[in-house]
């Protein structure tokens, strides 16, 4: 999140808009994002629905696998990274900057 935060306007640049999703609840994500700062959205998914409707729920841990989406306006997935890959924001400024010209 905080790589996110930094590189927020290579983001607004492109007109894409950043938020983040979590399966915890809105307290929780409300004291995350003022701790880091965040001029973007923490989204809840507190049931796991909408992560596991991406593929990324972790029952066993009870939240999301960390990934990255960067989603066209024609509501496709253009983009993703999994994993450690999904800290780094170079793929997905990459891909927001592609897909908004």
């Known amino acids: 999140m905080k790589g996110y935060q930094a590189g927020i306007k ?3 640049d492109s007109n894409s808009v950043v938020f983040g999703v979590s399966t915890d ?3 929780t994500n409300k004291k995350f994002a ?3 700062k965040l001029e973007f959205a923490l989204l809840s998914d507190t049931s796991g629905d909408a992560s596991k409707k991406f ?3 972790n ?3 009870n939240m999301s696998n960390r990934t990255t989406f ?19 924001i170079a793929g997905a400024a990459s891909a927001c900057s592609r897909i908004g010209k």
């Open 59 to 61: 029952a066993e841990r």
């Open 10 to 12: 290579k983001f607004t």
């Open 25 to 27: 609840d809105l307290e």
């Open 70 to 88: 960067v989603i066209g306006k024609d509501g496709k997935i253009e983009h993703v990274e999994a994993g450690g890959g999904a800290i780094d």
């Open 55 to 57: 593929g990324i729920y």
């Open 34 to 36: 003022e701790s880091l």
